[in-house]
């Protein structure tokens, strides 16, 4: 009996034990450590305002039941460090670790600029400093005080009677800066009456420019005059000068005075010499032997030809090739390097040449094709010089003889059209219609593809084609237009040859009422606004009123469009491999200066990837005055978009229709996710466009094509859209139903469903392009929505945003109306709207998001609504 006792309380003895470890060991195990960030940066928001939660300042895991002893901050703590403490209690023992918190203000002041702003200009100054005071109309920032200036920052007497774009600068305490923008009307005094001197005798000898201050006498005021000079027929006279022409006539000057358009007028009696003609009757060299006017070259006349070089050198290239290079490279004499005008002081001369090079056998030839003006006469005479010069590129290849079409009858490279050379040339075409860009004639008037332009048959990677349009004739049945091309050597800039083409245009009954649109490319563009009324269709034609004028206005994102093509080939044209035309150019220039460089490449690279926004940005015009009878003919470009692969906005009720899909997910904060975006049908193309509405929660990790490598670009930019741009250079992509098109990765840092962080902009329109240059709007859809996720939803208690998204009117509704007072703001923190009632008129809002701040009856209350 005792011994069955002492075991059984042994047994309890083991059992005490291993409970008191098993509780040790859950102890340890429940025992939680907590690891804290030495620093961090905390953001106010826009109402100067921040949270500090545990996941901010926590490394790893974070337990539940973490407390921090404080998680407001406000302007109050900027750019003071706060050491916050993060605690836990484990079983009666409390953990904890420190942060020290730094509150950053990056929120820009609100910028309100006065408009339509008047100012007194006094007399007696002739500038004074503009107060910025005058100019502000309460900027402010949620913490703190503001820095106000203005630019300009002076103003001029001479501005008296403009009207002048003001900026309004505006930082705040942190450094943070914003702008707002008016105009100044600048007024002074101009009762004095505005007189000129008394009537001038002006002895002219070869020209005389005609200054302000030769006409004008008095009007007791500095304000702007402006001159003007008119012949004995009221011909303007260009740039104000007087030359010989004149003489013996009577010009007519007359001084404005713009700020109030009063006027005075003085008469100026010209009087002279007579000039000598310039005349030229010389048609061979200067070396040939001397005779009279009718023998081909004398000393009676005014100029000295140039005779025919062979230089025994190899040949430098274009720029070696000039007269200056001959005489200083090559111990040329000056007479035999250009042509010698006989100077006389009443001739104006100007001399100019153009050149062609051809590469024949072991030589190249440089056929110089020399042209002189007398520009008092508008006396032209032309030469041509032949310079011969030894080959050097071995590896150049250059094999152009064809001078004539395509349907000439076929020979040796004599004959003028060859099959055995690298060209054929296009056949003179006639038109219906007056887009004549060789797309458009392709793709409009179904001209067969070998005549709307030059067709390379051999080695076309050796050769630059470019082309450039002049206007011949025309009535009101017709327009002819010469389409002159050239072709050039990628590895010599000094071999070229150039084709004329002939295109005749028939003219509509409505012609002279057309105004045309189209890219660079020759695409028509929808929707260009030609004035406050009229729009272009989607052909690119708007048929106005006579009286209309024209005033073209296109716009849309300004980066849309933009990809690593026109990087591409931005740098190639500046290293001279491919030529860009006279439009792709203008696009291609995107810094202040008028040359293309590679500064541009630079700023073009930042500005795609969302660094940065170039001066120049979004779309211009050019005219293309090709045909007499058209009210208007214009080229868009866009500035950056090289390539011409913006997606135009395009009636979208008038254009096909095609889905992407995805099949929803739930999404746990701080999670990685992959979605694959598939096509609802079949579809063939050579570009698209993909535009998505990221949340400030999403984080985009990747997008990849599962077809490709190259070819595509994606970033999100500063709207928090993702950008997705896909454009194939003479590839058509072939994608069947239901594949996959490409594939988002992202992370959220929120829970919540798919659904809600990955649709396509409803602002923006999203595109395939196919190959026959065809768009197809492409809408999103999302299979098996989860109708209810893990996210957490808050409701604002007591207001509302109605409708929401709103097109003309939102109403704030509120429990009851007290003291209200609210403010709209854009995305770039500036107010653009308040009122003290509920219901807001919104029309004359862009479209975009709008954030709401507002008090009722003491409270501040904020919200953000959609305008479409």
């Not at 007497?157 to 943070?176: A, F, K, M, P, R």
């Not at 009443?346 to 094709?369: A, P």
């Not at 008028?594 to 700023?603: F, K, M």
């Amino acid at each position: 009996m005792g011994t069955k006792t002492k075991f059984k309380n042994m047994k309890k003895f083991y059992q005490s034990i291993m409970a008191m470890l098993l509780i040790s060991f859950c102890n340890i195990g429940l025992e939680a450590q907590i690891t804290c960030k030495a620093t961090l940066d905390l953001p106010l928001n826009i109402v100067g305002q921040a949270t500090l939660n545990p996941s901010d300042m926590i490394t790893g895991v974070i337990p539940s039941g973490v407390v921090l002893d404080q998680s407001s901050f406000s302007c109050a703590d900027v750019d003071i460090p706060v050491t916050v403490k993060a605690s836990i209690d484990v079983n009666g023992t409390t953990e904890f670790c420190t942060t020290v918190v730094n509150v950053i203000d990056d929120v820009p002041p609100v910028a309100v600029a006065d408009l339509n702003v008047e100012l007194v200009f006094p007399a007696g100054f002739s500038s004074i400093v503009l107060n910025p005071q005058v100019i502000d109309d309460g900027s402010y920032d949620q913490c703190g005080d503001v820095t106000l200036s203005v630019t300009p920052s002076e103003i001029f007497c001479e501005d008296i009677g403009s009207i002048i774009d003001v900026t309004l600068n505006v930082e705040d305490e942190s450094g943070n800066i914003n702008e707002a923008y008016t105009t100044l009307l600048v007024k002074g005094d101009l009762s004095s009456e505005l007189t000129c001197n008394a009537d001038i005798d002006l002895v002219v000898d070869n020209e005389f420019y005609v200054p302000v201050d030769l006409i004008f006498q008095s009007d007791g005021s500095c304000s702007k005059k402006e001159l003007e000079l008119f012949d004995d027929q009221g011909v303007v006279l260009s740039g104000n000068i007087i030359d010989q022409s004149q003489i013996g006539k009577t010009v007519t000057a007359i001084l404005t005075r713009p700020a109030d358009g009063t006027s005075c007028t003085t008469n100026i009696n010209v009087s002279g010499n007579e000039c000598e003609s310039f005349y030229i009757c010389d048609t061979k060299c200067n070396e040939t032997t001397l005779g009279d006017c009718n023998s081909g070259h004398t000393t009676e006349d005014y100029v000295e030809w140039p005779c025919d070089l062979d230089i025994s050198s190899p040949y430098p290239g274009f720029d070696g090739t000039s007269p200056e290079n001959l005489v200083a490279n090559y111990g040329i004499f000056i007479f035999n390097s250009e042509p010698t005008v006989v100077e006389v002081d009443c001739h104006s001369v100007g001399i100019t040449y153009t050149d062609q090079v051809f590469y024949i056998e072991d030589k190249v030839k440089v056929v110089r094709e020399w042209t002189i003006i007398e520009f008092r006469t508008i006396y032209v005479a032309s030469y041509t010089q032949e310079i011969l010069f030894d080959a050097v590129d071995a590896d150049l290849i250059w094999n152009i003889c064809d001078t004539n079409s395509n349907s000439s009858q076929v020979g040796d490279c004599g004959s003028g059209h060859s099959l055995d050379d690298d060209i054929e040339w296009p056949s003179d075409i006639a038109s219906i219609d007056a887009r004549i860009h060789p797309n458009q004639l392709k793709y409009i008037s179904n001209v067969s593809v070998e005549n709307t332009r030059p067709i390379f048959t051999n080695n076309e990677d050796e050769y630059n084609l470019t082309y450039e349009d002049q206007f011949i004739e025309g009535n009101e049945n017709y327009s002819i237009v010469s389409r002159k091309w050239t072709v050039s050597s990628r590895k010599s800039s000094g071999f070229s040859a150039d084709y004329f083409q002939s295109i005749s245009v028939g003219i509509p009954d409505n012609e002279e009422d057309l105004v045309m649109v189209s890219t660079t490319t020759g695409r028509p563009m929808p929707n260009v606004s030609v004035n406050d009324v009229y729009k272009t269709n989607n052909s690119g034609v708007a048929v106005v009123s006579e009286d209309t004028g024209i005033e073209l206005a296109y716009e849309d994102n300004p980066r849309q469009g933009l990809d690593v093509n026109d990087l591409v080939l931005l740098y190639d044209h500046i290293l001279a491999k491919v030529v860009l035309n006279k439009f792709q150019q203008l696009a291609a220039n995107i810094t202040p200066d008028e040359n293309i460089s590679t500064l541009d490449v630079v700023v073009l690279q930042k500005y795609i990837t969302g660094n940065g926004t170039p001066e120049k940005t979004g779309w211009d015009f050019a005219s293309d005055p090709n045909f007499s009878n058209v009210k208007g003919n214009f080229v868009g470009y866009k500035y950056g978009d090289i390539d011409d692969s913006s997606i135009l906005d395009y009636n979208l009720d008038e254009l096909e229709k095609q889905s992407v899909v995805f099949s929803d997910i739930l999404v746990n904060a701080g999670e990685e996710y992959a979605i694959d975006i598939r096509s609802s049908e079949d579809i063939d193309f050579i570009g698209a466009q993909f535009i998505y509405k990221i949340p400030e929660t999403i984080s985009i990790l990747d997008v990849t094509f599962p077809n490709t490598e190259e070819g595509y670009l994606w970033f999100v930019d500063e709207d928090r859209n993702l950008r997705i741009v896909y454009h194939l250079d003479n590839k058509v992509e072939n994608v069947d139903q239901d594949e996959v098109l490409f594939n988002i990765k992202f992370k959220s840092s929120e829970n919540g469903v798919s659904a809600d962080f990955i649709r396509l902009d409803d602002n923006e329109v999203s595109l395939f392009v196919t190959e026959d240059r065809e768009n197809i709007v492409i809408n999103g859809e999302v299979e098996n929505e989860i109708t209810s996720g893990n996210k957490d939803v808050v409701v604002l208690e007591n207001v509302r945003i109605t409708p929401n998204p709103a097109i003309n009117l939102i109403n704030v509704k509120l429990d009851a109306a007290s003291d209200f007072q609210v403010n709209v703001f854009n995305v770039q923190g500036q107010k653009v709207k308040m009122s003290s009632e509920t219901q807001l008129d919104i029309s004359d809002l862009d479209r975009g998001f709008y954030i709401i701040k507002g008090r009722n009856n003491g409270s501040l209350f904020s919200s953000k609504f959609l305008k479409l």
